[in-house]
């Protein structure tokens, strides 16, 4: 059973930079084929993709906000960080942890989100 | 890029079919598949259809998908409704690495 969960500060200050933990168990992202990524959705609003790892360090990152991120992995601890800098209140929102098999096109599982709130 | 747009809300009566769909601004829907995921209050996305018209396991057949080429839209079919399909439903799709979400709609089971 493939399960993820977030970590990370609930609470960040305008510019300061965010950086939360995915840690999961159930598998491994030294094997081919395995991925792990973020999505976020602010209060009340739609879903918005941010970024994905695959097993062999391959990253990818949406357009809109790849100057701003940056997605790592360890495999050793089963963990992915994501860094987001200059944050901004319109990044209010809670920040999920996905799984995804290069294989497929669906995200599943994913982690039970945490919400992280941008103000001074 | 594209876009996918979904209505805000729609909203039936239990047992009667709804149809939710999720039309792809530019582009074709067929070029790249279609994936729903059902959001119930506080929880994270669960996916009930992917790659267009698949059913993962444990999800009930009630749940079906599509895709209409006329339209440039894929759509979302519950039938038999119940009031615990009571949630918000959102499409998602993809071009080559970049991954596309609709704005969500919020299904009223009434």
């Known amino acids: 059973q493939i399960t993820l969960k977030e970590s990370g500060p609930t609470l960040v200050k305008p510019r300061q930079t965010l950086t939360l933990t995915c840690t999961f168990s159930?598998?491994?992202?030294?094997?081919?084929?395995?991925?792990v990524g973020w999505i976020r959705q602010p209060p009340g609003k739609a879903l918005e993709w941010l970024a994905l790892i695959h097993w062999d360090d391959g990253k990818r990152y949406s357009p809109s906000l790849k100057s701003r991120l940056t997605i790592t992995k360890d495999t050793s601890k089963n963990q992915v960080v994501l860094t987001m800098t200059n944050m901004d209140p319109v990044d209010t929102a809670t920040y999920y942890c996905?799984?995804?098999?290069?294989?497929?096109?669906?995200?599943?599982?994913w982690g039970q989100g945490t919400l992280v709130t941008v103000s001074s | 890029n594209f876009m996918l747009t979904q209505p805000h809300s729609v909203s039936e009566s239990p047992g009667k079919t709804v149809t939710i769909s999720c039309t792809r601004s530019s582009g074709s829907i067929a070029s790249n598949y279609v994936q729903w995921y059902q959001q119930r209050p506080g929880s994270a996305p669960t996916t009930v259809i992917y790659e267009d018209s698949q059913r993962p396991s444990g999800v009930p057949d009630r749940f079906s998908g599509s895709i209409d080429t006329s339209s440039n839209s894929a759509s979302l079919t519950i039938s038999g409704l119940e009031t615990e399909d009571e949630a918000h439903y959102h499409c998602?799709?993809?071009?080559?690495?970049?991954?596309?979400f609709g704005g969500g709609t919020k299904l009223t089971v009434l």
């Open positions: 996905v799984h995804r098999l290069t294989v497929a096109y669906n995200f599943d599982p």
């Open positions: 998602h799709s993809y071009d080559g690495p970049n991954q596309v």
């Open positions: 159930g598998f491994s992202l030294s094997t081919s084929g395995e991925s």
